[in-house]
């Protein structure tokens, strides 16, 4: 029993020391992105990438959505919802932010465990682009205009003072929902390590990693990204790094994989 109780604490203290670490990651760059949604950035960097968005079947408002998607998904997904598109632009649009969006936020803990970040946000992106080009040439339909069951408000155009306050009040709600999951999903993963569930769970796992080149020790890794996505799985992420010794080349793959492959079994 005393054992038992040791283990508990054991898992809680990983939590709390992965909410900590990546807490200092999330709210200020949460912070950051909320503000900046109320500046002219977000305009100008879409007038910039607008010539781009042809190659995709794409008008040129549609890269208000692809940066602001990049920034914060949900944001991206809310400006689509202001928009006149047609079925096959929102699709395209869709397809492509599944690859890549939170790439700030997504990309900041990949210092922790020393992968780099510009390789991982160029295989997003190229993701993005090669699956928005195929989607156009390949989809023939969906001509029709969007219709939409809920319309996003308008950005609040308030003093600073309530924008600044709308960022911080947004920077540690995201904190308090990565510890609402990261705390428990530590000391889960704490309990399968002492009920000695990995072999099980990794003997599962094995025909998926084999052809990616990834041994048996990712499989918690993997599990953990594709059902809780990158920001909350990398605590798992991090702390598996640590206690299992990767090799750069394997700790690469996993994350490569986990970059445009994750949260697909998402559980909020």
Same mark, same amino acid.
């Given at each position: ?6 283990? $508990? ?8 020391? %992965? ?5 200092? $990651? ?13 500046? !002219? ?13 042809? *190659? ?20 991206? #997904?809310?400006?689509? +919802?202001?928009?006149? *598109?047609?079925?096959? /632009?929102?699709? #395209? *649009? ?11 936020? /997504?990309?900041?803990?990949?210092? /922790? ?23 156009? +040439?390949? &989809? !023939? ?6 219709? &939409? ?34 705390? !428990? ?7 399968? &390590? ?12 094995? !025909? ?6 990834? %041994? ?15 920001? &909350? ?19 690469? *793959?996993?994350?490569?994989? +986990? ?10």
């Amino acid at each position: 029993m005393s054992r038992a109780k040791i283990d $508990i604490k054991k898992g809680l203290g990983k939590g709390l020391h %992965s909410t900590w670490k990546l807490g200092r $990651i999330i709210f200020p760059i949460t912070t950051l992105i909320v503000i900046l949604r109320h500046t !002219p950035v977000i305009d100008q960097l879409s007038q910039l990438l607008a010539p781009f968005t042809r *190659l995709f079947g794409l008008p040129g408002e549609a890269a208000i959505a692809f940066v602001l998607g990049n920034l914060q998904l949900y944001a991206g #997904i809310g400006s689509i +919802l202001a928009m006149d *598109l047609t079925m096959k /632009e929102v699709f #395209i *649009l869709a397809v492509m932010l599944s690859f890549s969006h939170n790439l700030i936020l /997504e990309s900041a803990f990949l210092k /922790e465990i020393r992968v780099s970040i510009w390789l991982v946000v160029t295989v997003r992106l190229g993701m993005a682009m090669l699956f928005g080009m195929l989607v156009n +040439l390949l &989809y !023939p339909d969906g001509g029709e205009e969007a219709a &939409y069951t809920v319309v996003e408000p308008a950005m609040n155009q308030d003093a600073w003072g309530s924008i600044v306050l709308e960022a911080v009040g947004a920077g540690l709600g995201a904190v308090l929902q990565l510890a609402m999951i990261v705390i !428990p999903l530590m000391v889960v993963i704490q309990a399968i &390590y002492d009920l000695s569930l990995l072999d099980f769970f990794t003997r599962w796992m094995k !025909p998926l990693l084999q052809p990616l080149g990834i %041994s048996q020790r990712g499989a918690i890794v993997i599990g953990s990204g594709m059902i809780f996505g990158l920001i &909350y799985g990398a605590s798992v992420i991090i702390q598996e790094a640590k206690e299992q010794n990767f090799s750069k080349r394997e700790l690469t *793959l996993l994350i490569l994989y +986990l970059a445009i492959c994750h949260a697909s079994l998402k559980i909020r």
